[in-house]
């Protein structure tokens, strides 16, 4: 579960169905138990027509793990699992299908984290061992072609750990890159992802 930043009466789950549930204790309880929104994780992206988009398929369903709320845009959350790939989502329009889909871990995704101090940034923790860092999209003009919004991209990547990584958080406070991760190897690895990214990367 995931209490929203943005509201004290918005939270949220991800589960082995493949759905991400949005609840808002605004609502009657009698009313399927504050629930107001249903995701399907495991839907395609939208397309604004041209050529067929090859990202634009729909998945079959795969247990979600780990869900985060994006700290600047009030209604986008991203989720991931077992299939390995990450989504974000528009709460607004539940059924519209992921508006990014981030494809590079090998085995499942254990945990992300929207970062505090940019809007489009993301980490994510994996049992391939590696942390990566990634971009969902939204400050790049250079949009996938026929998706509605940008397709994002990996834009760094960590892998000290040597055991499956189960957990990554960033520090609000100090330098914008500090970040935290846990993994099998009993070890917790205190790192700045700035040194782990490309040059092309926010201007790194």
């Given at each position: 579960?995931?209490?929203?930043?943005?509201s004290?009466?918005?939270?949220?789950?991800?589960?082995?169905?493949s759905?991400?549930?949005?609840?808002?204790?605004?609502?009657?309880?009698s009313?399927?138990?504050?629930?107001?929104?249903?995701?399907?994780?495991?839907?395609?992206?939208?397309t604004?027509?041209?050529?067929?988009n090859?990202?634009?398929?729909?998945?079959?369903?795969?247990?979600?793990?780990?869900?985060?709320?994006n700290k600047?845009?009030?209604t986008v959350?991203?989720?991931?699992?077992?299939?390995?790939?990450?989504?974000?989502?528009?709460?607004?329009?539940?059924?519209?299908?992921?508006?990014?889909?981030?494809?590079?871990?090998?085995?499942?995704?254990?945990?992300?984290?929207?970062?505090?101090?940019?809007?489009?940034v993301?980490?994510?923790?994996?049992?391939?061992?590696?942390?990566?860092?990634?971009?969902?999209?939204?400050?790049?003009?250079?949009?996938h072609p026929?998706?509605?919004?940008?397709?994002?991209?990996?834009?760094?990547?960590?892998?000290?750990h040597?055991?499956?990584?189960?957990?990554?958080?960033?520090?609000?406070?100090?330098?914008?890159?500090?970040?935290?991760?846990?993994a099998?190897?009993?070890?917790l690895?205190?790192?700045?992802?700035?040194?782990?990214?490309?040059?092309q990367?926010?201007?790194?």
């Open positions: 579960t995931a209490w929203s930043p943005h004290p009466s918005i939270l949220s789950s991800v589960s082995s169905d759905h991400c549930r949005i609840f808002d204790l605004r609502t009657p309880a009313s399927s138990n504050h629930l107001v929104a249903l995701i399907p994780i495991h839907g395609p992206p939208p604004l027509g041209g050529p067929p090859p990202m634009q398929r729909t998945m079959p369903p795969a247990e979600a793990l780990t869900h985060d709320w600047y845009r009030s959350l991203a989720t991931a699992g077992v299939d390995t790939v990450i989504r974000s989502f528009d709460v607004r329009n539940p059924r519209g299908g992921p508006i990014a889909m981030l494809e590079g871990h090998k085995y499942a995704v254990r945990k992300i984290a929207w970062s505090p101090h940019l809007s489009d993301l980490l994510s923790a994996s049992y391939d061992m590696t942390c990566r860092v990634w971009s969902d999209g939204t400050n790049n003009t250079n949009t026929g998706m509605a919004t940008g397709g994002g991209s990996q834009i760094g990547q960590m892998d000290r040597t055991e499956f990584c189960t957990g990554v958080d960033w520090c609000l406070f100090g330098s914008e890159g500090w970040c935290a991760s846990v099998w190897d009993e070890r690895l205190v790192w700045d992802v700035r040194s782990h990214m490309g040059p990367a926010h201007g790194q």
